[in-house]
């Protein structure tokens, strides 16, 4: 059931829009790049850190549960919109907002998934914590355009979760985060070269 909500949310935000040009390249472009530095590795290895740090709760699944929750609440599009906000507005609505899905959603998952799925708020903290700082310098190139491809890669990455937890496929989702990135770096690149070319 926690498979179907989670391809329900990811299907949702696919809908809802975006370029799909910029979809794939950003794609394309982030597996390379998380393939190369190896972030699902990493998260799994901070995982299997904190399972050992944290035996006597004698969760055999920590990393797993741990991986999948954080990348469920870093991907959505709440996180980067929220930020956007908080770091330029000052207004953390959003934020609020996410928390209680989160923590729902969290609690739900970590019934299939373990404790493991609890201690994504740390990670969840330090991502949208930095996000939120940056929104500042970034924020001249996150118009709503760009922030609706970074929320529809969000959207498809939250799909690989649900196929994941319906245990159809094993994509390593966490190298494909830095997919999320892609729509402001594609557009400034494109900006870069139409003002050469003028």
Known sequence: GL???????????????????????????????GELIDLDGKLLGLGGVLQKKLAFLGSDGFAEGFVAATLFV????????????????GTYNTFLAKTMIDTAAI??????KGIGCGFSAVVALVYQGLLTLFAVFISGFLDSTVIAEMSQIGAVLILGIALNTLQITRIRIGNLILSIFMPPLLHGAAALVQGLLQ
């Open 107 to 112: 609690f739900v998952m970590a019934t299939s």
């Open 3 to 33: 498979g179907l909500c989670v391809l329900y949310i990811g299907v949702s935000g696919v809908v809802a829009g975006g370029s799909i040009l910029i979809l794939v390249l950003s794609v394309t472009l982030g597996a390379a790049a």
């Open 74 to 89: 870093c991907a959505g599009a709440m996180s980067i919109v929220g930020a956007v906000e908080s770091g330029t507005q």
